[in-house]
């Protein structure tokens, strides 16, 4: 597939409108859903997650043995627990207050989704598609700027990581789902790293490196609108504050698109 510098701005202008559309309709139900569940997750110390991450390197989310009995999942016959440090609380009521203070820790079992069978869990809208080879092109064209892709089998949650100069992603992503979360990445290297015009709110930076995936995304076929208007709501993000990045988000998934086109001869102009 090839585009001219015509279509170019108008699959960018097409998609977001789109995307502002949807922001308006709010937070998608598989999004409600997914956070009531991450909410009966326990958001463990440093010390535990260390203590997780020495015993279960691949863990990715784990929960005790009744807690997960909750999620509708069983842990399998046989599995060894993960221990932790479960703090031993101690309450003090008054008149107007109640007080929770630590007074011991006692040792404690968790397990991670992987040790567990059951019910699956709500989970996030995923970028679907076929990227091709416009990967290879954009994996191009980011060391084309001078910047070094790496890739990790442990992020600490994240899926891609933009240091200023290297951009690190997870080493297990499908294709269509590298193909977004290297765009996002790419359009913090470009909007968000160095001197420039670094918005200061982080509600901003990841709205406007996420419209700018899910615009390229969107030019090269991938469905990424589920995930994108997810993404962007989980951060607060919605249709008005879109609209007051538009040009930046514009300019700079113009320029990503450009870069990867192959009938692209001369700089396609975002205005």
Same mark, same amino acid.
């Given at each position: ?17 789109? +995307?502002?559309? /949807?922001?308006?309709?709010? !937070? ?27 015993? !279960? ?46 007074? /011991? ?74 193909? @977004?979360? +290297? ?43 589920? @995930? @994108? ?9 919605? !249709?008005?504050?879109? +609209?007051? @990045? ?23 102009? /975002?205005?």
């Amino acid at each position: 597939m090839k585009m001219d510098g015509a279509e170019i701005r108008k699959v960018s202008e097409e998609a977001l409108e789109q +995307l502002a559309a /949807a922001l308006e309709q709010g !937070k998608s139900e598989t999004l409600k859903r997914y956070l009531a569940v991450m909410a009966k997750f326990t958001h463990y110390s440093l010390g535990n997650q260390i203590l997780i991450a020495r015993q !279960k390197p691949e863990a990715t989310r784990v929960a005790g043995y009744r807690a997960w009995q909750r999620l509708g999942r069983r842990v399998r016959r046989g599995e060894r627990g993960i221990r932790i440090l479960a703090p031993i609380v101690r309450r003090c009521k008054d008149e107007e207050d109640e007080e929770e203070t630590v007074v /011991a820790f006692r040792g404690a079992c968790v397990f991670d989704i992987s040790q567990t069978d059951g019910e699956p869990l709500d989970s996030w809208a995923a970028v679907e598609g076929d990227p091709g080879e416009w990967i290879t092109r954009l994996r191009a064209y980011t060391a084309s700027l001078g910047i070094e892709l790496k890739y990790e089998h442990r992020l600490g949650g994240a899926i891609g990581v933009s240091q200023g100069g290297t951009i690190l992603l997870k080493a297990d992503l499908a294709l269509p789902e590298q193909f @977004s979360a +290297l765009v996002h990445e790419l359009a913090h290297e470009m909007l968000h790293q160095g001197d420039g015009d670094r918005p200061a709110s982080k509600v901003v930076r990841e709205l406007e490196a996420e419209a700018v995936a899910f615009v390229v995304s969107h030019a090269i076929g991938l469905d990424a609108m589920d @995930s @994108s208007r997810d993404y962007i709501h989980l951060y607060d993000g919605d !249709k008005q504050t879109l +609209l007051r @990045s538009l040009e930046r988000i514009r300019r700079t998934a113009v320029t990503i698109i450009n870069g990867i086109n192959p009938s692209a001869t001369s700089e396609v102009r /975002a205005a």
